[in-house]
């Protein structure tokens, strides 16, 4: 089946365009100082759209002046009062989320699909396991009870000729997710944002979207991604980061390589691979690095690495490597500068 590319903002997406990465501001938008910081550092770490709940009159405000002063699209997102869509399409919005359950009917629904098609805006629309309503237990499996309740919804659109739709069907449960995105790769041409509505702190929380989204990705299903955490954004951001470097998704996605330490280490191993992997968030290239502890494992395991740093054996001083072999000994702040000067240029 062919599978339809459009723009969201100045970004691409189905059919083969990149997989895009999208987060969510973890703050009512009305706060937009520090919104607009947080969106700003993510896009330059490789974030693609961003996320923003509005729920009053004060945040459609709010959004137009954050999409004023940040670079990547944002996606407005709406729930119950369709009135706050249009108002979000006004302020710019790049994107409207909404949940076509409790937007108040077909008729407001068609008012929003309007606005968005004169202002050629796409639509992310969705069922998950949570809102099934009417459609629960109404077929074999979950899955096909909600590409039931998504027909549904798609038939309005359809109506109204507007085919701009990203399709979400999310879960809490990774083991819902492989059956329910194949089968909706296969019946519809529609892009599919993919994800676990919530997952958890980091860790964990990473763990859990790995199994549901990994298989996804490697079969090719997935336009949009979040990993939903509970944590920091830019811990949401690096898990899905890695999700598209190891599914093969993505070629521009560093990968660092740190030793667990153990009491051979004479050197800080975290602290340090703390600053590296800050400064790796914001390149761009299939570049391996590695941060190991003490010379015994360290040159000889890592040898595959691009560069990297290995305890020496004496306290505080870095044997500076690339592909296992040394390149010389330095203290921390000259060999953190080298290293990033090798992979700068690499």
């Given at each position: 089946?062919?599978h339809?590319?459009f ?6 997406i ?7 990465i ?18 700003n ?28 002063q ?27 989320r909404i ?32 809102s099934?309503n ?6 074999s ?11 549904e ?9 507007f085919?701009?739709?990203v ?5 809490s449960n ?8 194949e089968k909706?790769?296969a ?5 599919l944002?993919i ?9 964990l929380?990473t ?19 979040r990993v ?7 811990e ?5 980061k ?8 993505r ?6 390589i ?20 800050s ?15 003490c010379?015994?494992n ?5 040898k595959?690495?691009?560069f ?13 490597f ?25």
């Amino acid at each position: 089946m062919d599978h339809l590319q459009f723009q969201i903002g100045n970004k691409t997406i189905g059919n083969g365009a990149p997989c895009l990465i999208q987060s969510m501001g973890d703050k009512k938008t009305t706060c937009v100082k520090e919104m607009v910081e947080e969106t700003n550092e993510l896009a330059s770490c490789g974030l693609d759209m961003m996320r923003f709940s509005v729920l009053d009159q004060a945040d459609i405000l709010a959004l137009k002046e954050i999409k004023r002063q940040v670079s990547i699209p944002i996606i407005a997102d709406i729930h119950f009062d369709y009135r706050f869509a249009l108002g979000a399409i006004e302020a710019g919005a790049d994107k409207i989320r909404i949940n076509p359950g409790n937007i108040g009917g077909d008729s407001k629904l068609r008012i929003v699909i309007e606005a968005c098609k004169k202002k050629n805006i796409p639509m992310r629309i969705g069922v998950n396991s949570g809102s099934l309503n009417k459609y629960h237990g109404k077929t074999s499996s979950k899955a096909d009870d909600i590409l039931l309740a998504l027909d549904e919804t798609i038939e309005v659109f359809q109506e109204e000729n507007f085919d701009h739709i990203v399709l979400s069907l999310k879960s809490s449960n990774p083991d819902d997710l492989k059956e329910v995105y194949e089968k909706a790769y296969a019946k519809y041409p529609y892009p599919l944002h993919i994800g676990l509505t919530e997952s958890g702190f980091s860790t964990l929380g990473t763990i859990k979207s790995a199994i549901g989204l990994y298989p996804l990705l490697k079969e090719g299903i997935g336009d949009t991604l979040r990993v939903s955490l509970a944590d920091d954004r830019i811990e949401e951001l690096r898990a899905a980061k890695t999700l598209l470097r190891l599914a093969g998704r993505r070629n521009d996605i560093p990968d660092l390589i740190v030793c667990p330490t153990c009491g051979r280490t004479q050197v800080d191993v975290k602290p340090i691979s703390r600053e590296v992997l800050s400064h790796l968030d914001h390149v761009f290239k299939p570049v391996k690095v590695a941060i190991m502890g003490c010379p015994v494992n360290g040159i000889g395991e890592a040898k595959d690495a691009t560069f990297g740093l290995a305890g020496s054996g004496k306290k505080d001083l870095y044997v500076l490597f690339t592909h296992g072999k040394e390149i010389g000994l330095y203290p921390k702040k000259e060999a953190l500068e080298k290293l990033y000067a090798l992979i700068d240029a690499f």
